[in-house]
Structure formats: C-alpha cells, structure tokens
C-alpha cells in the first residue's frame, strides 16, 4: 500500500503509538530508513512481517542515501591456520555525520557472522579444504541501519593428491608434575598415500609454532605418532585453540596437507586424585581424597566412584562432586575402590583420567586366585598320594591272608636225563620181577604146605 508522509510530527506521533503497542500489548514495530539523495521524502512504501500474533515488524522506507560495499577485499594465510581478512572503505561513500561498521561473514569452512570497526580482521580455521568470506558496508544513521552489497573473497585448498592427508587425528594434553603441559597425538596415513611417505607434524598454541621431535613409526617406516614432553601451551587458560598441522613429502605423489583446531580443555587428560583413603566407621564407608594436579581449583573437577562388592558381585558407579563420600554398606562383605576424576564448570570437560588404585574394605580377606589354584592342587595331591598308599596297603594285607599257592619248579637242569629215565625203566622191571619173583614163592610155600 502507497503511503505518504509529509510533516515532521508524523514520526513522534508513530513513535508514541510504537511505544504504546509495546508497552500495552507487546507488539514490537520497527522502523528501517533507507535514504537516497532526494532532499525531499518520496516513494515511500509501508511493509508488514509478523512472526507471530503478538510480534509483527513493519518497514517504513525512504530513498535518500547510497551505501557503497569495500573495497580491496584479500584474504593472507598469516600462520598455520590464521587467516587475516583486509578491506578498505570505499572512497565514494560520503561520511558525513554516518557511522560506518562492517558486517563480516565466514563462508568456509565454518560458516560465523559478526560486525567489526576495523578495515581487518584475524581468522583462526582449518584451512586444508580453503577458506571463503564476504563482507559488506553497515551505515547508521540516526538509529537506522543501512547495507550495501556484499563483496566476496576466497582461498583455494592446498595442492595434494586425493586420499594422501592423514585420517583420525587424535591429540591428548596431559598437565605434568613439573607445572608444563605434554602433547601426544596420533594418526592412520591416507589410505592413497604411498609407502614412502613421510608425515610431518607442526603445533601453534597463540604465536609460537613447533615441529615435532619425536616420531613413532608403522610398519613402512611411515610417521603415525608424535610426542612433546614440554610445551608452550599454558596451563592455567580456558578454551584456548591448539592448531595441529601435518604435511607430507613422497617420491611418488603430492602429500595434501590437512590442520584440526583442538580446545585445550576438551583434550587436557586428567590427572588421577590423590591420596585416596578409605576406611570403615561402624556400617558406613568413609572415603576421602585431594584433588587431581592441576593449576585449577577443587571446585572445578567432578569425579566418579567406582564400588565393587566382591562378594555379590555387584558394582556402583557414583557421580560425586565433593572430595568425600560416606556409604552405608555391609559390612560383612568385602569391598573393592576405585576414583576418577574430570573437569566440572570451570572449563570443557576433558578426557577422564585413569583410575586410582584399587583399594580394600570389609571383614573378609581378598583370597589370591593363583595361591588358591596351588592350595586346590597341594590337596589333591596329598588326597591322591594317601589314596594309593592305602591301595597299597590293603592289597599287602589281603596278600597275606590269602596267600596264592606255590608252584614249584624245576631251577636245575638233570645232568644226566637218559641214566635217570634208564634207572627209572631199571626199577620198574626189577619190581616186577620181584613182584612175580614173590607170587612164585608164595605159591610155592602155600603148595608144600599143602601137600
């Protein structure tokens, strides 16, 4: 709808019934001037967006004054994975009484909008896949805003063979006993890298930038791990970015770099708690312990408590945010500790540390498995050396009341087999003979008694 406005006092009206509307039925109405060099107000239109019943915005246009976009729009690789992004304003635009902001917008990798004074800005990403912004002139003026066009710039991604870069990068912190900060990171090679590769890996924690040391090799003498013991990274901040850089070299094939910002936080391995103690007050657990090394303070760290009943078997796992714990528990059974800690509030939460050591409550004794398997074979042993000795015995004592009858045998041999079987032929024929020599003088006698 047309619509014409030619005194002065329509906008304090509009004004006053803007502020009712809101006050009364909070209906919120802006208005946006856009002004050309007319220095009268003409071809004005009202527009109307609502959003919902009780918020509409309603545009009220005026064609008076021309916002020009930058000028000189480049985009510089000043460290590993900054970019500074630089502009000038463009010399048409009158100044005036005008305030001038720029509205920044990322593209790539990660898409972010925000509005600066300055004619630069620096730019922290990952730039292995490139980098892309535009930006455009914001001009306020008496409490409108104006916008002029966007203007666009762009990065190309490095040089490199497809499949060459690094996968599954993985880095850890971990805050030493000396007050410094050690980095490990880890990674598999391209799966189109060749064999003769060689990974490189960079770190750049703010403005100081460091190659890595100390390699850890596969199989194809290919770098995969690095390590160092000391750092730049300071301890103490929060949420500040580790930027890690891995290039390569081959014979065979261009090696695409690839970058991965890290939060130190999120990374930072925890330390375990210290001086754990557990000990019994009637049927409940007390347990205490000190917080992890750490520059940051007991109140910033959670930690888990591990509780096994070793005789049941059942485990707990507790959530506590104190550097204490009481339990009821019983205390007939015996009990097995462990604690764990992690960041809580004052920063990211990081990875968990590992657990402290297994400590022991409760009456009964923990039996050692291998000094109980030696106990089971001792006995077994003694059991089945008394069985066969008791075998033995009864069979000594049934031998002895049932003993088997002898055989005899012959243990000599007959010097002289023919004289013996002659002389056992010789008897036999001399008793016969006698034997009839016998009836012969019987027979004799009883006849002469006879007759």
Not at 209 to 218: A, M, N, R, S
Not at 358 to 366: A, D, P, R, T
């Amino acid at each position: 709808m047309k619509f014409w406005v030619l005194f002065k006092d329509t906008f304090q009206l509009l004004g006053t019934f803007c502020k009712k509307l809101l006050r009364e039925y909070n209906i919120e109405i802006k208005f946006v001037m856009v002004f050309l060099h007319y220095p009268l107000i003409i071809n004005s239109y009202w527009s109307k967006q609502c959003t919902g019943l009780l918020h509409c915005e309603y545009f009220f246009f005026f064609l008076t004054v021309q916002v020009f976009p930058p000028v000189n729009f480049t985009l510089t690789v000043s460290a590993l994975a900054r970019v500074l992004l630089r502009w000038k304003p463009n010399p048409n635009q009158e100044q005036k009484n005008y305030t001038i902001r720029y509205d920044v917008k990322i593209l790539a990798p990660v898409s972010e909008e925000y509005d600066t004074k300055k004619t630069y800005s620096f730019q922290t990403a990952a730039l292995h896949n490139g980098f892309s912004a535009h930006i455009r002139t914001l001009l306020f003026h008496n409490g409108v805003q104006m916008t002029s066009d966007w203007v666009t710039a762009e990065l190309q991604p490095p040089p490199g063979a497809a499949n060459t870069a690094v996968t599954n990068l993985s880095c850890a912190t971990h805050f030493t006993i000396f007050s410094t900060v050690s980095l490990h990171c880890t990674w598999l090679p391209g799966k189109g890298a060749p064999e003769d590769t060689k990974y490189f890996l960079f770190y750049r924690y703010e403005t100081c930038t460091e190659e890595c040391q100390d390699y850890i090799k596969d199989k194809w003498n290919r770098n995969i791990e690095c390590r160092f013991s000391v750092t730049h990274i300071t301890p103490d901040e929060i949420d500040k970015l580790i930027v890690i850089h891995i290039n390569g070299s081959s014979k065979y094939a261009a090696i695409r770099p690839f970058q991965q910002l890290f939060n130190q936080n999120a990374i930072e391995k925890v330390n375990v708690p210290r001086n754990v103690t557990v000990f019994l007050q009637q049927n409940d657990l007390l347990a205490t312990w000190e917080k992890p090394i750490s520059p940051f303070s007991k109140g910033c760290f959670e930690y888990e408590f591990y509780l096994i009943n070793l005789k049941s078997g059942n485990k707990q796992t507790l959530k506590i945010y104190s550097n204490d714990i009481r339990l009821w528990i019983d205390v007939t059974c015996k009990y097995s500790i462990q604690i764990r800690a992690n960041h809580h509030l004052c920063c990211r939460r990081g990875f968990w540390s590992d657990w402290s050591e297994i400590l022991y409550v409760g009456e009964n004794k923990q039996e050692n498995f291998i000094a109980w398997i030696l106990a089971v074979l001792c006995v077994s042993m003694c059991a089945t050396i008394v069985l066969v000795g008791i075998i033995c015995k009864m069979k000594f004592v049934w031998s002895k009341l049932f003993p088997p009858i002898p055989t005899p045998s012959n243990k000599f041999r007959d010097p002289f087999p023919n004289e013996y079987e002659r002389a056992r032929t010789c008897t036999s024929e001399t008793e016969t003979e006698l034997g009839s020599f016998d009836e012969d003088l019987s027979c004799s006698a009883l006849d002469d008694f006879v007759f």
